[in-house]
């Protein structure tokens, strides 16, 4: 099944600041060139709740499963 | 064109605190319950208040609610109304241990109960001294009220109906509310929610400043609908602005940091705050710090090269501190001002923070407008809480901790009047209008047929910009009247926002422009009422209120102790009484007097 990049691009809104800014940043520079894997990736991580996301993307918390780690550094660039 | 219609005995929107409060109150009492969310619940801005719940339960020190009751009209600045706050300082103690059984983690004392902790503004003995009040689940205490709640809503079946936006509420030709319309993203189909009640419970709309602690999903989306369909918001002018938000971003810096020390400089490196506040420094109230930032930024003393901020230094606490006394902040520091506060200071600027103003409301979470001479009549089949709402209870100024109790008591409150008013059938699922969905339709259909019409993105822009600038935390007569001016400007291009993809499944540019819709209505409430009114009270601040011994602090009583109702339609302003008169007979007022810490 394809995901849908519309579904995925909202569910990028967040609770926390702190995630929408970093978010809207990788929405802007990488978002629109990720293929399928990446965007399944990206969909996974984003269950993560939003206290814990913020905490591997900040590095003060380990990214929690392999899987999450290639769109955590992409979410970590400044 | 037919639309689906959804038939409930009530139907909710926003899913944040005060939601998920209200629908657990009429889920468990077997009323038919829809839950309307444009995200995941869980994912509500609940998510991000820290600072704990107020009660007086006095575990830590001694208590009770007439001295909350007290710290709330004081923090007010009197324009608060009193039956409201007596209601929730008296209510408060109910619904943490309520909270408490629904499994929310809070910390505890050696002894097993709730552990309490001082919060600014909270006192003893009508203020006398600092009181532990807070009750707070380590710093995740809206996290952990949201998820106690969501699992609770889960349990009593209530239906949600997640990534829908609500779009324009139903009324008749009597103005009783008969439901909602939204548009379920997924599909972009637009549907009726017709139901016996609605509660809104939509959270603020921060986002309408440039610099906002607010997430992204705070766009005010059911302030904007009552406005749109003629219902007044009150006292939109009042903004409470946080001191310490990182310059640029928004993102919020803990008051802990200054609770442990961090200092206030302006570019030339001076304490700044000991010029303003003599005894508290840097640790005076929110309003007096933003204050005095702000007249330092003004006065040419602002760091950096377009000096518009000033600096946050805690270089002088050891990394140790830092880590275990004030996790995230050093996260935050480098992450969005590329500062590592252990080394250098971190920009930051007073930022917008929370919605004082919202719906009018009741004690009970009915909405009330003026009707035939009346100031405060029940709108039939509406309520609303939390921040989306006013009660009031938070008046000119908000207390810390005060928002958190707000959204679980009117939320609870709204849940108990409906569900009273459903068993009493009192409640009646009324005919729908044969136009319920018209304006909705006609919103979407004039967004697929725009041409040669405005950005969403550069219109949102533009409107945060000038809220910024007129409508900050400082307020001058002659830049609010101008702001008056271009804020409707702004209104105007919003009306022909235009969007480049047409398509319907997922349309996030859609939905933004849907949301801007609300907040604009948002914008222009909240200018127009700060222009007029010709005071300083709370977070209202404007230069040429004089501080005399008639108006202390520029507060003026006699003139301008009244709550603003601005009406979108004619852009017309009305004023109400406030209620100065607790609930119960036997209680005093809190008699006027002059707002100091």
Same mark, same amino acid.
């Given at each position: 099944?394809?995901?849908?990049?519309?579904?995925?691009?909202?569910?990028?809104?967040?609770?926390?600041?702190?995630?929408?800014?970093?978010?809207?940043?990788?929405?802007?520079?990488?978002?629109?060139?990720?293929?399928?894997?990446?965007?399944?990736?990206?969909?996974?991580?984003?269950?993560?709740?939003?206290?814990?996301?913020?905490?591997?993307?900040?590095?003060?918390?380990?990214?929690?499963?392999?899987?999450?780690?290639?769109?955590?550094?992409?979410?970590?660039?400044? | 064109?037919?639309?689906?219609?959804?038939?409930?005995?009530?139907?909710?929107?926003?899913?944040?605190?005060?939601?998920?409060?209200?629908?657990?109150?009429?889920?468990?009492?077997?009323?038919?319950?829809?839950?309307?969310?444009?995200?995941?619940?869980?994912?509500?801005?609940?998510?991000?208040?820290?600072?704990?719940?107020?009660?007086?339960?006095?575990?830590?020190?001694?208590?009770?609610?007439?001295?909350?009751?007290?710290?709330?009209?004081?923090?007010?600045?009197?324009?608060?109304?009193?039956?409201?706050?007596?209601?929730?300082?008296?209510?408060?103690?109910?619904?943490?241990?309520?909270?408490?059984?629904?499994?929310?983690?809070?910390?505890?004392?050696?002894?097993?109960?709730?552990?309490?902790?001082?919060?600014?503004?909270?006192?003893?003995?009508?203020?006398?001294?600092?009181?532990?009040?807070?009750?707070?689940?380590?710093?995740?205490?809206?996290?952990?009220?949201?998820?106690?709640?969501?699992?609770?809503?889960?349990?009593?079946?209530?239906?949600?109906?997640?990534?829908?936006?609500?779009?324009?509420?139903?009324?008749?030709?009597?103005?009783?509310?008969?439901?909602?319309?939204?548009?379920?993203?997924?599909?972009?189909?637009?549907?009726?929610?017709?139901?016996?009640?609605?509660?809104?419970?939509?959270?603020?709309?921060?986002?309408?400043?440039?610099?906002?602690?607010?997430?992204?999903?705070?766009?005010?989306?059911?302030?904007?609908?009552?406005?749109?369909?003629?219902?007044?918001?009150?006292?939109?002018?009042?903004?409470?602005?946080?001191?310490?938000?990182?310059?640029?971003?928004?993102?919020?810096?803990?008051?802990?940091?200054?609770?442990?020390?961090?200092?206030?400089?302006?570019?030339?490196?001076?304490?700044?705050?000991?010029?303003?506040?003599?005894?508290?420094?840097?640790?005076?109230?929110?309003?007096?710090?933003?204050?005095?930032?702000?007249?330092?930024?003004?006065?040419?003393?602002?760091?950096?090269?377009?000096?518009?901020?000033?600096?946050?230094?805690?270089?002088?606490?050891?990394?140790?501190?830092?880590?275990?006394?004030?996790?995230?902040?050093?996260?935050?520091?480098?992450?969005?001002?590329?500062?590592?506060?252990?080394?250098?200071?971190?920009?930051?600027?007073?930022?917008?923070?929370?919605?004082?103003?919202?719906?009018?409301?009741?004690?009970?979470?009915?909405?009330?407008?003026?009707?035939?001479?009346?100031?405060?009549?029940?709108?039939?089949?509406?309520?609303?809480?939390?921040?989306?709402?006013?009660?009031?209870?938070?008046?000119?100024?908000?207390?810390?901790?005060?928002?958190?109790?707000?959204?679980?008591?009117?939320?609870?409150?709204?849940?108990?009047?409906?569900?009273?008013?459903?068993?009493?059938?009192? &409640?009646? !699922?009324?005919? @729908?209008? $044969?136009? /319920?969905?018209?304006?909705?339709?006609?919103?979407? #259909? =004039?967004? *697929?047929?725009?041409?040669?019409?405005?950005?969403?993105?550069?219109?949102?822009?533009?409107?945060?910009?000038?809220?910024?600038?007129?409508?900050?935390?400082?307020?001058?007569?002659?830049?609010?009247?101008?702001?008056?001016?271009?804020?409707?400007?702004?209104?105007?291009?919003?009306?022909?926002?235009?969007?480049?993809?047409?398509?319907?499944?997922?349309?996030?540019?859609?939905?933004?422009? &849907?949301? !801007?819709?609300? @907040?604009? $209505?948002? /914008?222009?409430?909240?200018?127009?009422?700060?222009? #007029? =009114?010709? *005071?300083?009270?709370?977070?209202?601040?404007?230069?040429?209120?004089?501080?005399?011994?008639?108006?202390?602090?520029?507060?003026?009583?006699?003139?301008?102790?009244?709550?603003?109702?601005?009406?979108?339609?004619?852009?017309?302003?009305?004023?109400?009484?406030?209620?100065?008169?607790?609930?119960?007979?036997?209680?005093?007022?809190?008699?006027?007097?002059?707002?100091?810490?």
């Amino acid at each position: 099944m394809t995901l849908n990049r519309g579904r995925v691009r909202w569910q990028c809104r967040r609770a926390l600041l702190e995630l929408d800014l970093v978010f809207a940043r990788f929405l802007e520079r990488h978002f629109d060139h990720l293929n399928d894997g990446q965007l399944a990736d990206l969909d996974d991580l984003l269950i993560v709740e939003d206290h814990d996301l913020w905490a591997m993307i900040n590095g003060s918390q380990p990214v929690g499963n392999d899987r999450w780690k290639e769109m955590v550094e992409l979410l970590r660039e400044r | 064109m037919k639309v689906a219609k959804r038939t409930f005995d009530a139907v909710i929107v926003g899913a944040g605190g005060a939601g998920l409060r209200a629908a657990l109150q009429l889920s468990e009492a077997g009323m038919k319950t829809a839950v309307l969310t444009k995200v995941f619940p869980t994912r509500s801005h609940t998510v991000a208040a820290q600072g704990g719940v107020a009660a007086s339960l006095g575990n830590s020190t001694e208590d009770n609610w007439h001295w909350h009751m007290y710290d709330t009209v004081k923090g007010s600045d009197w324009l608060g109304d009193q039956d409201a706050i007596e209601f929730m300082v008296k209510k408060a103690n109910e619904v943490v241990v309520e909270l408490e059984h629904y499994g929310m983690p809070f910390d505890r004392t050696d002894n097993g109960k709730i552990y309490q902790r001082p919060f600014g503004g909270h006192s003893q003995n009508y203020g006398q001294t600092p009181v532990s009040r807070s009750c707070a689940a380590a710093d995740r205490t809206g996290h952990a009220m949201l998820h106690a709640l969501y699992q609770r809503n889960v349990r009593a079946n209530t239906q949600f109906f997640v990534e829908w936006m609500a779009m324009d509420l139903i009324r008749n030709a009597n103005g009783d509310v008969l439901g909602v319309t939204a548009m379920e993203m997924e599909t972009g189909e637009v549907s009726i929610f017709h139901a016996k009640a609605t509660i809104f419970a939509t959270g603020g709309a921060g986002r309408i400043y440039y610099s906002s602690t607010n997430a992204f999903i705070n766009t005010g989306d059911g302030v904007g609908m009552a406005a749109r369909a003629g219902i007044p918001l009150e006292d939109m002018e009042f903004w409470q602005f946080h001191p310490t938000g990182v310059a640029g971003a928004g993102v919020l810096i803990t008051e802990g940091v200054r609770g442990e020390g961090g200092i206030l400089r302006n570019a030339s490196g001076e304490r700044f705050m000991e010029r303003y506040a003599p005894n508290l420094k840097d640790l005076a109230s929110r309003d007096v710090v933003s204050r005095a930032m702000t007249t330092e930024i003004n006065e040419g003393r602002g760091a950096g090269s377009a000096k518009d901020h000033v600096l946050l230094d805690i270089t002088h606490l050891s990394p140790e501190t830092i880590n275990k006394r004030l996790p995230g902040i050093r996260e935050i520091s480098i992450q969005f001002a590329g500062v590592d506060p252990i080394k250098a200071l971190i920009p930051v600027v007073p930022t917008c923070h929370y919605q004082m103003g919202g719906i009018p409301t009741n004690y009970k979470g009915q909405v009330v407008v003026p009707k035939d001479g009346e100031k405060n009549v029940p709108i039939v089949g509406f309520y609303a809480a939390g921040e989306c709402a006013c009660a009031s209870v938070h008046g000119a100024n908000r207390l810390g901790t005060n928002s958190l109790l707000d959204l679980l008591v009117f939320g609870k409150a709204a849940g108990e009047t409906v569900v009273s008013d459903f068993q009493s059938g009192q &409640l009646k !699922l009324q005919p @729908l209008p $044969e136009d /319920a969905a018209d304006v909705s339709l006609a919103r979407i #259909a =004039r967004l *697929e047929t725009q041409t040669g019409g405005e950005d969403v993105h550069e219109v949102r822009l533009e409107m945060q910009r000038t809220m910024q600038k007129h409508a900050g935390v400082f307020r001058f007569a002659d830049v609010l009247k101008e702001g008056v001016t271009k804020i409707m400007d702004v209104a105007e291009r919003a009306k022909r926002t235009q969007i480049k993809d047409k398509s319907k499944v997922w349309n996030t540019a859609r939905t933004e422009a &849907l949301e !801007l819709d609300n @907040l604009i $209505e948002v /914008a222009k409430a909240t200018m127009v009422s700060a222009e #007029a =009114r010709k *005071e300083s009270r709370g977070a209202h601040v404007r230069d040429d209120a004089l501080d005399c011994a008639e108006t202390p602090n520029g507060r003026d009583d006699k003139n301008w102790l009244k709550h603003t109702l601005w009406y979108s339609e004619g852009n017309r302003l009305d004023y109400k009484p406030v209620n100065l008169q607790p609930m119960s007979a036997d209680v005093e007022p809190i008699a006027l007097a002059k707002r100091t810490y």
